[in-house]
C-alpha cells in the first residue's frame, strides 16, 4: 500500500465548478501536511500547507482529518489557470525533512 | 526569492555512461534532495544531504550516488545509467527546521537513457 495515495484523475469540470479532492496517508503518526500544484513539463510548487483546523486561501480551503488520516481540497469557481496536477504531500513523524510525496490528481477545467 | 538550478533540461545517454546532474540553489539551504518522477508512481526520494559532506539514503538510492561537497551544490551520479532510469529528475532544497518548511524545486532534468 502506498504511504500516500490519490485518485489520479483526470477530473474534468468546467469552469466556475467547485471540485474536491481526497487524499489518503497510511502513517497516523505523521505531523505535517501540504498540497502543491505542478503544471504540466514544470515544478511542483507550493499551493498550501493544511493545518489541523482547516485553513482557506481565496477560493482553496484544505482540510485534515486525523482520525480518518485523510486530506482534502477544495477549489471554488474554478478558473482555466487552475488547471494542473495537485500533489497531496505528508512529513511523516521522525523524517526531519523528508516530504513524501502522494502520486497526484489531474485537474482539467474546459471553458 | 528562492532559486533551484538545474545544469540541463534534457539529457540522452547511453546504456553505460557515468552521468552527473547537478543542482545548485542560492538562498544558503541546509537540506537538499533528489527525487525522479515517474507516471503512476509520483515523486520518489533518491537521495537527500542535510549539510556539506553529509548524505542520506532515501526510497531508492539503488543504481545512483551523490556528492555534496559544498553547501549550494548537490550532485546526482548515475555511475552506470540503464534504460531503466529514464526519467524527470527533480532538485529540490530547504531550509532546516521540523518539517513545516517548503521545498522549493529546480525545473527538472528529463534523462532518456538509450
Known amino acids: 500500500r502506498k504511504e500516500v495515495e490519490q485518485d489520479p484523475g483526470p477530473f474534468n469540470v468546467p469552469e466556475g465548478a467547485t471540485v474536491a479532492f481526497n487524499c489518503t496517508y497510511s502513517?497516523?503518526?505523521?505531523?505535517?501536511f501540504f498540497w502543491y500544484r505542478q503544471d504540466c513539463r514544470k515544478e511542483p510548487k507550493l499551493l498550501m500547507s493544511v493545518y489541523s483546523s482547516g485553513n482557506e486561501d481565496g477560493r482553496f480551503t484544505a482540510q485534515l482529518n486525523r482520525a480518518s488520516q485523510y486530506i482534502s481540497l477544495l477549489i471554488r469557481d474554478s478558473k482555466l489557470s487552475d488547471s494542473a496536477t495537485y500533489l497531496c504531500?505528508?512529513?511523516?513523524?521522525?523524517?526531519?525533512?523528508?516530504?513524501?510525496f502522494g502520486g497526484g490528481t489531474r485537474l482539467m477545467v474546459k471553458p | 526569492d528562492v532559486k533551484v538550478t538545474q545544469s540541463s533540461r534534457y539529457l540522452v545517454k547511453r546504456t553505460g555512461e557515468k552521468v552527473f546532474l547537478e543542482c545548485v540553489q542560492d538562498m544558503d539551504h541546509e537540506n537538499m534532495f533528489w527525487y525522479r518522477q515517474d507516471p503512476g508512481l509520483g515523486l520518489r526520494l533518491i537521495y537527500f544531504?542535510?549539510?556539506?559532506?553529509?548524505?542520506e539514503k532515501g526510497d531508492i538510492p539503488e543504481g545512483y550516488s551523490v556528492s555534496r561537497e559544498k553547501k549550494e551544490r548537490f550532485s546526482l551520479i548515475l555511475e552506470s545509467a540503464s534504460t531503466n532510469q529514464t526519467s524527470m529528475y527533480l532538485c529540490?532544497?530547504?531550509?532546516?527546521?521540523?518539517?513545516?518548511?517548503?521545498?522549493?524545486f529546480g525545473p527538472g532534468t528529463r534523462l532518456l537513457v538509450l
Open positions: 544531504s542535510y549539510d556539506v559532506k553529509m548524505k
Open positions: 502513517n497516523s503518526a505523521s505531523q505535517s
Open positions: 529540490a532544497s530547504s531550509p532546516q527546521g521540523a518539517g513545516l518548511e517548503t521545498q522549493y
Open positions: 504531500v505528508v512529513n511523516m513523524v521522525n523524517a526531519g525533512n523528508m516530504l513524501t
